[in-house]
């Protein structure tokens, strides 16, 4: 199938939430110590517990709030129920536009909460099945991922370089569109995130530097620190088709592409086999995906800072380098953000709580340095 004009459907995001409210949405409402939802045409704030999570390589973000039932007058309907659409702003900065999903309520005889919980509206893509049965015919990723994501109403905002045209791409029978985008940015090297207004970005690793530092003991503090080598290999091996070649195992496997981690220091190969026909080029970018990801996903630190924002009132953010200190577990060194979790407590305390890892997470290369590695400078050092 092939998409005529799909560069229509590729636009900017909108710098402004287009609402249609009973009363006007004003945005000069907004308090800059404040996280605050806009649904069903009314501003809700005064939340008790609120946790908003932003991820690198899941495209959906998701929120939970609790609240008190203040808003229900006698028997009236409840005011926020699942599938209503929500848009969220921390301070004065827009964070996430989705849907409610779930509604849950906790009923004792002192207290009656509120929880609700959704995602942005590339969760979409994550759950929901593509129908019909598909093939791709001499696309790039960006006219590919237009096509799948016009259903759901879903901009593509292209920010990189999205490669070749894949001379053949095939949907599979069940497949969500969120598992065949995965299969194909694979294959280019791209990410895939959520914009704030629930577009599909299109992007690469960003060179985007925080503001601030990290500095244990002085803006944050470290909650978890974890080294994982189960899962890295010392030669990744990508095999794969061509399109249009049939018949023997051997023509099946025809394409290669290899990586290396000299990081691993004993001998442990792993084969994939490509989901989708490649040439030479693209099991090469799948290879050095795989080596360059799990290297960088075996050295992860979390850490906890105060407030939501930068120095300069900027919100932290994913696919952010920044600079980490932190003594206690002996890593002195540029990461990059995968993970944002902002949280506010009962007691209206607010935090954010950063998953750093390696800087050269999604640098693909065909060969890892074994100095890369943040290992040597280990240890529990006094802060």
């Known amino acids: 199938m092939l998409m005529k004009n799909w560069r229509s459907l590729v636009a900017k995001d909108n710098a402004k939430v287009k609402h249609k409210p009973v009363v006007p949405f004003d945005y000069g409402t907004l308090r800059q110590d404040a996280a605050t939802f806009y649904v069903n045409n009314k501003?809700?704030?005064?939340?008790?517990?609120?946790?908003?999570?932003?991820?690198?390589?899941?495209?959906?973000?998701?929120?939970?709030?609790?609240?008190?039932?203040?808003?229900?007058?006698?028997?009236?309907?409840?005011?926020i129920l699942p599938e209503d659409r929500v848009h969220c702003h921390l301070g004065k900065h827009a964070i996430f536009e989705g849907w409610v999903d779930k509604l849950n309520l906790a009923i004792t005889e002192a207290s009656r909460n509120i929880t609700i919980q959704g995602r942005d509206r590339t969760g979409d893509l994550v759950t929901c099945s593509i129908t019909n049965a598909a093939e791709f015919n001499n696309l790039d990723f960006a006219g590919i991922a237009a096509e799948l994501c016009k259903p759901f109403n879903i901009k593509v905002l292209v920010q990189a370089d999205v490669g070749a045209k894949f001379p053949k791409f095939s949907v599979r029978q069940g497949?969500?569109?969120?598992?065949?985008?995965?299969?194909?940015?694979?294959?280019?090297?791209?990410?895939?995130?959520?914009?704030?207004?629930?577009?599909?970005?299109?992007?690469?690793?960003?060179?985007?530097?925080?503001?601030?530092?990290?500095?244990?003991?002085?803006?944050c503090r470290v909650s978890t620190a974890g080294f994982d080598h189960s899962e890295r290999f010392s030669e990744y091996i990508v095999k794969g088709q061509s399109t249009g070649l049939l018949g023997t195992p051997k023509d099946a496997t025809q394409n290669k592409g290899a990586a290396i981690d000299n990081g691993v220091k004993r001998y442990r190969p792993t084969v994939i086999i490509a989901e989708n026909a490649v040439d030479n080029d693209g099991a090469q970018s799948r290879a050095e995906w795989e080596s360059s990801y799990r290297a960088a996903k075996s050295s992860a630190v979390s850490v906890v800072v105060v407030g939501w924002s930068q120095e300069d009132g900027s919100l932290w953010?994913?696919?952010?380098?920044?600079?980490?200190?932190?003594?206690?577990?002996?890593?002195?060194?540029?990461?990059?953000?995968?993970?944002?979790?902002?949280?506010?407590a009962n007691d209206g305390g607010r935090t954010v709580e950063l998953s750093l890892i390696r800087p050269d997470a999604l640098d693909f290369k065909k060969e890892i340095k074994k100095e890369d590695d943040i290992l040597s400078s280990l240890g529990w050092k006094e802060s």
């Not at 280019?188 to 914009?195: A, D, I, N, T």
């Open 175 to 219: 497949e969500t569109v969120f598992e065949a985008l995965e299969r194909a940015a694979k294959e280019r090297q791209l990410l895939l995130l959520s914009s704030t207004h629930g577009n599909l970005i299109i992007t690469k690793k960003g060179s985007k530097r925080a503001v601030s530092a990290l500095v244990e003991g002085v803006n």
């Open 317 to 344: 953010d994913v696919n952010m380098l920044v600079q980490l200190d932190a003594r206690s577990v002996g890593v002195k060194s540029q990461m990059l953000i995968e993970k944002v979790i902002f949280e506010q």
């Open 43 to 79: 501003i809700f704030e005064g939340f008790k517990n609120i946790k908003i999570t932003r991820n690198l390589l899941a495209i959906s973000g998701s929120f939970s709030v609790t609240t008190a039932d203040k808003w229900r007058v006698g028997q009236a309907n409840f005011e």
